[in-house]
């Protein structure tokens, strides 16, 4: 059966997990995400919204990052797509900035708040002349 995405608004909750992200600071946004769900992100495999923090602060810390949504789709039986932006740069370099294409797909379950299943990232590439 095929499933059909609508463009939709970006769910605040979705969009508080990015701000999360860009300040490493954690509340409303990650309560979304629970000890079972799993993250993938490019190649690493992370479960449990503790490990999941963890993983971000570690990549994370090192930067001033900013995450912008500029499309987000649902589909009826419950996963959210976003197509967006990050906008880094190292906190020893800040005149450097880098600029990062991503997608984050949610798999929800059906409960009212939505919990995340799974949560799949993929970013980059930071420099498309590198892989081409």
């Not at 605040?12 to 769900?37: K, P, Y």
């Not at 600029?99 to 990232?121: C, G, N, S, W």
């Amino acid at each position: 059966m095929p499933h059909t995405a609508t463009p939709t608004a970006t769910p605040e909750w979705v969009l508080q997990i990015m701000r999360e992200i860009d300040t490493l600071s954690f509340g409303e946004g990650f309560a979304h995400l629970t000890d079972e769900t799993e993250m993938f992100f490019g190649t690493a495999h992370v479960v449990g919204v503790q490990a999941i923090k963890a993983f971000f602060v570690k990549i994370d810390e090192p930067l001033h990052i900013t995450h912008e949504v500029l499309e987000s789709w649902t589909t009826a039986d419950g996963v959210c797509f976003l197509r967006g932006e990050a906008t880094m740069a190292e906190k020893t370099d800040p005149g450097t900035v880098v600029r990062a294409p991503f997608m984050h797909i949610y798999y929800l379950d059906r409960q009212e708040p939505p919990r995340v299943k799974t949560l799949r990232i993929t970013a980059g590439p930071l420099r498309t002349d590198a892989v081409l």
